[in-house]
């Protein structure tokens, strides 16, 4: 099996109310960077995204920003990234970021967040990937996606095995110790029925 090399990762692009939020941004970009491994994420220059991006870069990381060309008109765009991928919709930049990485990495966010990360587990729910999916709880971030899915288990629309699609962990140095353990499966890209 080949090693990993690349993760998409999914954060606000505002900074939140906690300061251990824009923290864990920072942290995670310099040990991915650190660790060799390609940062592909929302292109965005504000809040987490661009605390992340930019701790990346200034490790000497790979940074992929994948942004639509709506959101380039909003002056969101980070200006310094390694490479920039304009896509057409918001459900491309989901899918160019998952087929542009290894696995699928949750910091805290908004609702884009939740709804990038839960696309991720739905689609590997439905068998079209096999990456990693990690769900990275900073000061309880993960919490309410959680239980969430809780929820839908509970009330019979999901299955428990759903819970084997993704893991939870408490903080940066348990994700970036997660990412240093894995390896890239065969064939992890999307599925050609997205």
Do not use: N
Not at 32 to 52: E, P, Q
Not at 53 to 81: K, N, T
Not at 120 to 127: D, E, P
């Amino acid at each position: 099996m080949a090693q990993f090399y690349s993760v998409a990762v999914f954060c606000g692009s505002q900074l939140g109310e906690r300061p251990e939020f824009a923290a864990a941004a920072a942290e995670f970009g310099t040990g991915l960077a650190r660790a060799g491994i390609r940062l592909v994420y929302g292109a965005g220059r504000t809040g987490m995204m661009g605390v992340l991006a930019d701790a990346a870069l200034a490790a000497g990381g790979e940074v992929i920003g994948v942004i639509p060309e709506f959101l380039i008109g909003w002056e969101v765009a980070h200006p310094g990234l390694t490479q920039t991928v304009v896509v057409d919709s918001m459900h491309a930049r989901k899918t160019r970021m998952f087929e542009l990485s290894d696995a699928a990495v949750m910091l805290p966010g908004g609702l884009g967040t939740l709804d990038e990360t839960l696309e991720m587990i739905t689609w590997r729910q439905l068998r079209l990937h096999a990456r990693p999916i990690i769900l990275c709880d900073v000061a309880g971030s993960a919490q309410p996606l959680l239980a969430a899915i809780e929820g839908v288990i509970a009330s019979g629309f999901a299955r428990p095995e759903v819970r084997d699609h993704y893991t939870v962990t408490q903080g940066v140095a348990e994700t970036l110790a997660l990412l240093g353990r894995l390896e890239r499966a065969p064939g992890a890209g999307l599925s050609k029925r997205l």
